[in-house]
């Protein structure tokens, strides 16, 4: 069963930084590979739907952003580590919620527990 282990949430204050990660494991034949699978993140606000933060794609080479982050949050993978990261900066107030990691391919997707972020003074 694939396994997604989000780390690295907290509390930051406005204009901070933080480096999200996200360990995934436990691929199988019949799951498929770590390099097959696209990686997201998403955030929950209390109160708010899930919505989707970034993107890259199986292949790495391509990256998606939410309007509201782009330029300050970037995603990246190590598929020798089987890890996902996004860096946050210039963290905002509005940043605040619980982060998730996603694998997706085709109808197989896993999601993480999640991580709280906390953007405060």
């Known amino acids: 069963q694939v396994q997604l282990v989000e780390s690295g949430g907290g509390l930051v204050q406005p204009g901070g930084s933080l480096r999200l990660s996200c360990a995934a494991s436990?691929?199988?034949?019949?799951?498929?590979?770590?390099?097959?699978?696209?990686m997201s993140w998403y955030r929950q606000a209390p109160g708010k739907e899930r919505e989707l933060v970034a993107t890259?794609?199986?292949?790495?080479?391509?990256?998606n952003y939410a309007d509201s982050v782009k330029g300050r949050l970037t995603i990246s993978r190590d598929n020798v580590k089987q890890t996902v990261y996004l860096q946050m900066n210039s963290l905002k107030p509005e940043d605040t919620a619980v982060y998730y990691c996603?694998?997706?391919?085709?109808?197989?997707?896993?999601w993480g527990q999640g991580t709280q972020v906390t953007v405060s003074s």
């Open positions: 890259v794609t199986a292949a790495g080479g391509t990256t």
């Open positions: 436990g691929f199988t034949f019949s799951s498929g590979t770590f390099t097959m699978y696209a």
């Open positions: 996603e694998a997706a391919r085709g109808y197989k997707v896993y």
